[in-house]
């Protein structure tokens, strides 16, 4: 006990002298501050320009985490079925989504699926799914290419909680005349949702960061917006580090959650 505590000790101090040297590097001599300072007019369109992204950030990974954990749920459930076509599609679909990069599955959803659905007749085409996916905006396209690449990473984080659970205890719940899917629900994953909660966390993290690429797509989020303002005004220095801070806070925010989670959670042995 009084070594974890130690440990979070350790882990709180490192996180507020980071905080310190960011935010004193930033208010150093080093740079043109004044571009991004909230008291001069100048600063304060800059300031609203680079923060005008923000709601799309956070719009794009909200969604992406809801179908992201969707999608990983439903994987890991398919990756323990008993049929074995069905362990194939899962198998299958990490393995695809895990080895391409995010950046080309980006572009080729937004630039490539539209073209590929060009010459399909109209009757089909008529179809809400299909009329969605063929006329698609940026943000649509960000939230379907995020969401597909965070499912497949989150089935192995659920499909490795939902494992960790023992064998021995699914065993006593067929003997009490549970069903495989009510033994799932009231047995196996309410322990194994504490286990899966830091690991996923950080998946959901990764989310938050990758939205970043959704710029390339034309999606006018945070990294997006202060890489237009810096061709405008060419103080990359000021501009990239009030991006990071932006992303500091965020991710703070979504950590300090977690945590507090954890803490509701029950610790099940």
């Known amino acids: 006990m009084r070594g974890s505590c130690s440990v ?36 304060q369109k800059h300031l609203l320009f680079v923060l005008s992204g923000i709601p799309l950030t956070l719009l794009i990974s909200f969604y ?6 969707i999608i990983g749920l439903s994987g890991a ?19 695809l989504f895990r080895k391409l990069p995010l950046y080309v599955v980006l572009l080729w959803i937004y630039f ?32 379907i290419g ?3 690449n965070a499912g497949a990473f989150l089935i ?18 067929y003997s009490f005349g549970m069903s495989r899917s009510l033994a799932m629900r009231r047995i196996v994953l309410p322990q194994a949702l504490r286990r899966m909660l830091p690991p996923t966390v950080n998946q ?41 801070l932006q992303y500091y806070v965020i991710l703070t925010v979504l950590t300090w959650l977690s945590k507090y989670l954890e803490r509701r959670f029950p610790q099940y042995n």
């Open 112 to 143: 490539g699926f539209p073209t590929a659905l060009r010459d399909v007749p109209d009757d089909i085409k008529s179809l809400p799914v299909i009329s969605l996916l063929a006329n698609m905006n940026a943000v649509t396209a960000a939230v």
């Open 156 to 173: 192995e984080t659920f499909r490795a909680g939902i494992e960790s659970i023992g064998k021995g205890q699914v065993d006593a719940a």
């Open 204 to 244: 959901y993290i990764s989310v938050v960061k990758d939205s970043s690429l959704a710029g390339a797509i034309g999606v006018l989020e945070i990294t997006r917006q202060s890489t237009l303002l810096q061709t405008q005004i060419l103080h990359a220095l000021e501009i990239y580090t009030f991006l990071g």
């Open 8 to 43: 979070r000790t350790f882990q709180k101090r490192l996180a507020r002298i980071s905080l310190l040297a960011f935010a004193a590097f930033a208010l150093s001599g080093c740079g043109d501050w004044y571009v991004l300072m909230p008291t001069t007019p100048l600063g």
């Open 146 to 148: 995020l969401s597909l």
């Open 64 to 69: 992406t985490i809801i179908f992201g954990t």
């Open 77 to 95: 459930l398919m990756s323990r079925s008993r049929r074995k076509w069905v362990r194939l599609i899962a198998a299958g679909y990490v393995d």
